[in-house]
Every structure is written in C-alpha cells, then in structure tokens.
C-alpha cells in the first residue's frame, strides 16, 4: 500500500529517477537488524517545486522508535554530523539554515515504519545526500540507529511552465482566462501575474480587468494554484500577447505566452449575412425559372405534328425525301 501510496505522490508532484522516469523503491538494506528502503538511483526535481523522498524502515525486535531524524550532507561524507540536520527529532535539535519549515513528513506516526519526507521551495543547492536516523528505546534505555545508505536528490533549473487556457474570444463578450502554476507542492504560495502586449508596445496590464487567485487542496500535501482573468475583448485585442508569470521563492519564475485571436462582432452580424442570402434567393429563383423554360420547350417541341410527306417515308423508312422522275425520251434514229 506504501509502495502504490509513494509512487501516486511522486507522479502527481512531477518527481521522477533520473533514469527511468518514474519512482521506484529498491530492495532492503539491513543492517544488524535495521533495515530500510530507498528509491533506486537519483531523484531529480526543478527549482521552486518540491520533491518527495520515498523510505520505508524496520528496526530490531527490542528497539521501539521514538523519533525519525533526516540529514543533508556532501556525499563524500559515511555518516552525516548533527549540524547537517534538516528534520529534527525535537525542538532542541538545529536546522540546518533555509531548512527550516522545508521539510515534513508525510506520515509522522512512527509506528507506520513510514520515513518518507517531502522537501518544498526547493533551490539547486538542495541536490546532494540525505540519511535517515531513528532513535528510541532499547529494553528501556535511550538508543539511536543512523542508516548507512543515502538517498540521492538532484535539482536542476526550472524548465516547467504554467498552463494557460484561452476560451475562444468573442468581441464584447466577456470572457475568462485561466492559468495554472506548474507543480502540486504544499511549500510557498507562488505569485501569478498577466500582462499583456499589443503590436509594438511595451508590457500593459489590460485596463478593466478582474483577477482571482485560487488554491486547490488536492490531497494533505497536494496543491493546485491558478489565477483567472476576466475582461471584455475587442478590437485592439486581436493579435496581441497574454503573457502569465508564475513566481516561486528564490526568485525563482517561469512564464507562459498565449496570442489572442478575438472575433469581431461584425463579421457576425445580421447586416452582414444578408446580402449573401439575397444572392442566394436570387440564384435560385433563376435556376428554377430556366428549368420551367427547358421543360416548356421540351413539351412544345414533341407536340408538332409531322407532314403527310414526312409520316410516308418515316414509314417506309426511307431517309431520301427528294422526288423520283421516270425518264422519258424518244428514240434515236
């Protein structure tokens, strides 16, 4: 169930390995007793979103856990030290700096054998190792186990771009745009602005419009964000740039560029369409007319009578209607 639970997180926020493209857990490392699963190869995710670590853990039959601790160290490091903290154990535990409110767990219940976390407002310093350490209670006495291997993140520039959705435009006709940030994370609120652009003019924003910023809770550390913009089209709108920037921490942006293809009302008013229905009605009054004639013609022409010359010889079927003379001559003496 963990294994299907992690692998639907990863997709939704957009993580993936490096290799395959999809999250996949590794087998079991054990060591005396302690075990724990990690996601094979590296995990990539983009600036300003966030990325999940997927961990699943067993411990020795006399250790009861208590508290789950994560580290961030420089992978040239076996173990990391207490200030590589990132996840602390208790409040008297430091974090390390631009760590802080960064990362939770996504099951704090330490009897689920869960240690997977979720890393928000990530920044490319944030590639490197993570370890995972428990400590708990052996046959009552305080004890603590740090796992051996490592989990690899990797973080590269913001490639991700907002989706804008453009209905089609209509002159005078109210209308709303939507565009929604990239990523699902639960970490900063991104900020989302619309400008604009017509033909040799500078970024604008559209005189009378009406913005709304909106927050989608899709799951406990799922969101969608989106900001919508209405206005009335016009004229001067066709062929212009809508552009929608979405800024993260950091000063981390992306941005989207839509061209607005607006309908003009005259192109689809009734003075407009009549004259090609007059066209129309008079074309096929004419047609109706010629075909009356041909048909009138037709009739007229199989009611004449043929001559009395003409019935004799058509039934004698005989073409040659010129007369036929006996040749009568006198003798030569």
Not at 97 to 119: A, M
Request: aromatic fraction near 8%.
């Amino acid at each position: 169930m963990f294994v299907l639970m992690c692998a639907t997180l990863l997709f939704s926020l957009g993580c993936s390995t490096a290799d395959t493209g999809a999250p996949v857990l590794g087998r079991p490392d054990c060591q005396n007793g302690y075990c724990i699963t990690l996601s094979e190869g590296a995990i990539t995710a983009e600036a300003g979103l966030c990325v999940v670590i997927p961990c699943l853990f067993t411990t020795g039959y006399s250790f009861t856990t208590k508290n789950m601790v994560w580290y961030k160290c420089e992978p040239s490091k076996q173990r990391c030290a207490d200030s590589d903290i990132i996840l602390p154990q208790n409040k008297n535990n430091r974090v390390q700096s631009g760590f802080k409110g960064q990362v939770s767990l996504l099951e704090p219940d330490v009897n689920q054998r869960t240690c997977s976390i979720i890393i928000n407002d990530l920044t490319e310093s944030d590639s490197g190792s993570y370890q995972f350490r428990v400590s708990g209670l052996i046959f009552g006495m305080p004890n603590g186990f740090t796992f051996s291997p490592k989990a690899i993140v990797s973080v590269k520039g913001l490639t991700q771009k907002p989706t804008v959705m453009v209905p089609p435009l209509t002159e005078g006709q109210q209308t709303t745009l939507t565009c929604t940030a990239p990523g699902l994370c639960s970490g900063s609120v991104p900020t989302i602005t619309w400008t604009w652009r017509g033909a040799g003019e500078d970024d604008s924003h559209i005189s009378g419009n009406i913005t709304a910023f909106k927050t989608e809770n899709l799951t406990a550390v799922t969101q969608r964000h989106s900001s919508t913009l209405t206005f009335n089209p016009s004229a001067e709108h066709h062929g212009s740039i809508i552009t929608c920037k979405v800024g993260f921490t950091n000063g981390i942006t992306t941005e989207e560029t839509v061209t607005l293809n607006v309908t003009s009302v005259q192109a689809q008013a009734p003075g407009a369409v009549l004259p090609w229905v007059v066209v129309a009605g008079v074309s096929l009054i004419v047609n109706v007319i010629c075909i009356i004639l041909l048909m009138f013609l037709w009739n007229t022409r199989n009611k004449v009578k043929p001559k009395q010359e003409d019935r004799t010889y058509m039934s004698l079927k005989r073409t040659d209607l010129s007369p036929e003379y006996d040749v009568i001559a006198q003798p030569l003496h």
